[in-house]
């Protein structure tokens, strides 16, 4: 991968996935304020370019900046997004930041992840965010936890963030920040992480989705939705590839032959985020 062009390239390389949007949007408020600054930002949704990853690579190492975005799934960044981190060529210590969106519960370790990922691939880790957003399980409710978020306070911390490292965006060498901070603290994701968020756990609190074909007229817009492409033969599945119980097929199918009993699940995440922040505000969190 080329080296750090620095500050005579304000260019950013923005990737994410977002199956429900929110992360999107962050991403693209954190971009807008980057390229206030002068920065000319290309964007790229994973889930379009799976099988293309190579295009991606190849628009990082010649960007001066990267920008990673990921929402939070049982305590942990999406593993598209972590797999294509993992598999990137390395980088001399080109600066890159880090967000995650999340459902109010628990962060977890998705940022340390993330922030580990890029630091031992040689790039220098300048700034973390962990934004609150609308849970994306909770499409079938009224009320939602982190209904209406990211709204304006939000937004301002995320920018009050981007002007605080806007200055160290452009300097050449140095080290990745101590991104220790962003590690999972509170006991309550601790133990989160010990049980109901290990792997083998997570097919009892994300129910799995059916498919009646029966029911399909197959207008493909679960096809369209689903960030994994283990719908892209439907009506065959892709048993091949792994769910990730993003439940937008759910959300978007209009016949109801994708079903999942994501309702049965709304009162256990809203007692489990109360448990987690007590009667507190969930507030996003910027590290730098
Ligand atoms: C399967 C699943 C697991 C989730 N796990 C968590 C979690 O561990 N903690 C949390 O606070 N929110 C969790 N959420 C909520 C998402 O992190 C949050 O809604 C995120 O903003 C979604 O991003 P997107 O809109 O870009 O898809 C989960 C959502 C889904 C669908």
């Not at 930002?41 to 990267?66: C, D, P, Q, T, W």
């Not at 969106?101 to 630091?119: E, I, N, P, R």
């Not at 009646?212 to 096809?223: F, K, L, N, T, V």
């Not at 032959?257 to 507030?283: D, F, K, T």
């Amino acid at each position: 991968m080329a080296g750090n062009n620095g500050a005579q390239n304000k260019t950013a390389a923005h990737i994410f996935i977002s199956p429900s949007g929110s992360t999107k949007k962050t991403g693209r408020a954190i971009c807008s304020m980057l390229e206030e600054r002068g920065y000319t930002v290309r964007e790229f949704n994973l889930a379009k370019y799976r099988g293309r990853e190579k295009e991606v690579y190849e628009a990082i190492g010649a960007s001066s900046l990267l920008v990673v975005g990921s929402p939070v799934y049982a305590g942990s960044a999406l593993s598209p997004v972590t797999a294509f981190l993992n598999k990137m060529p390395t980088a001399n210590k080109k600066p890159a930041l880090a967000y995650v969106t999340y459902g109010t519960v628990s962060k977890g370790d998705s940022l340390f992840q993330l922030a580990g990922a890029l630091d031992r691939k040689g790039f220098k880790v300048l700034g973390l965010a962990a934004v609150v957003a609308e849970h994306s399980m909770m499409f079938k409710s009224g009320n939602p936890l982190g209904k209406g978020r990211p709204g304006e306070s939000d937004n301002g911390e995320i920018k009050s963030w981007v002007d605080s490292i806007s200055s160290s965006l452009e300097s050449t060498g140095g080290k990745s920040m101590d991104y220790s901070v962003a590690r999972q603290r509170q006991l309550f994701g601790k133990v989160m992480q010990a049980t109901a968020f290990r792997p083998e756990f997570q097919g009892f609190i994300f129910p799995p989705v059916s498919f009646r074909e029966e029911s399909c007229d197959s207008c493909g817009a679960c096809i369209e939705v689903c960030p994994s492409g283990r719908l892209d033969n439907l009506p065959r599945i892709n048993k091949s590839v792994k769910c990730l119980h993003c439940y937008q097929c759910v959300k978007v199918c209009g016949e109801s032959a994708m079903s999942a009993p994501v309702r049965l699940m709304q009162p256990v995440l809203h007692a489990l985020a109360r448990i987690s922040r007590g009667s507190s505000e969930p507030v996003t969190t910027c590290y730098r």
